[in-house]
């Protein structure tokens, strides 16, 4: 699904959530960097925990 230009943000679907083995969190409001072509695609770069 493409948005167009309708957000000035990145936006993160993933299918991969619920009763799986494997869980990430995406903390909300904390500053990351989104690189598609690296294999760790999300890196935090400030920390999420105070």
Known sequence: M????EYDFPIIKSNNFGHTETKIVIPIGTKARIDTHKRQKIELIESCVK
């Open 2 to 5: 493409l948005f167009g230009n």
